[in-house]
């Protein structure tokens, strides 16, 4: 059995993070995932969108960051591996390292082409804000991915088990 683990999944809307998270977890024992968007979906009253970003959106977004971490601190001191699904930047980024420092911390980035991103989406009948939104954060994670300490995966032609296999080699 592999040692416990924190996993961060990052990437674009349309990538694949939560069901990549959900498949990974049921490869182990103990296991949980938290989707961070459900903890941001908590704030009722004066709860932003992520974007146009603002000092309240940086202010929300650190927030649900500390809580996903004190959360999968919990987690991982009972025995469980714990696998996050957030969209972040290298920001959030660093607030995840620097609070998980000192435990075992891996992040992956799903960054599928904009082509197959766009398929999906199309194929959901996803709304043109988030499309559009996608977009934007398909251009960032590319220009950024190197500056974000991520183990990429380029999942455009991989099935999501092909997907969660090439996670879970990596963990």
């Known amino acids: 059995m592999k ?5 961060l999944i990052t990437g674009p809307a349309g990538a694949g993070k939560s069901s990549v998270t959900k498949a990974l977890a049921n490869k182990f024992e103990r296991s949980a995932v938290i989707e961070v ?5 908590m704030v009722i009253g004066g709860q932003v969108r992520p974007y146009p970003y603002n000092n309240e959106v940086e202010l929300q977004l650190s927030l649900s960051a500390k809580n ?20 972040v930047g290298r920001k959030l980024l ?22 197959s991103l766009l ?3 199309d194929e959901r ?5 988030l499309r559009k939104r996608t ?15 991520c183990k990429i995966i380029d999942s455009s032609n991989l099935t999501l088990e092909e997907t969660v296999e090439e996670v879970y080699k990596q963990i």
């Open 37 to 41: 968007d459900k903890l941001r979906a």
């Open 119 to 121: 398929k999906r989406f």
């Open 135 to 149: 977009q934007d954060l398909h251009k960032t994670f590319s220009e950024k991915k190197d500056e974000l300490n």
């Open 94 to 115: 660093g607030q995840y390292s620097e609070y998980f420092k000192d435990d075992n911390f891996k992040t992956f980035l799903l960054l599928p082409s904009l082509e």
């Open 68 to 87: 996903t971490c004190d959360m999968a601190h919990n987690l991982l001191e009972k025995g469980f591996s714990v696998f996050i699904d957030d969209v």
């Open 3 to 7: 040692e416990n683990f924190i996993c």
């Open 125 to 129: 009948g996803d709304n043109e804000d």
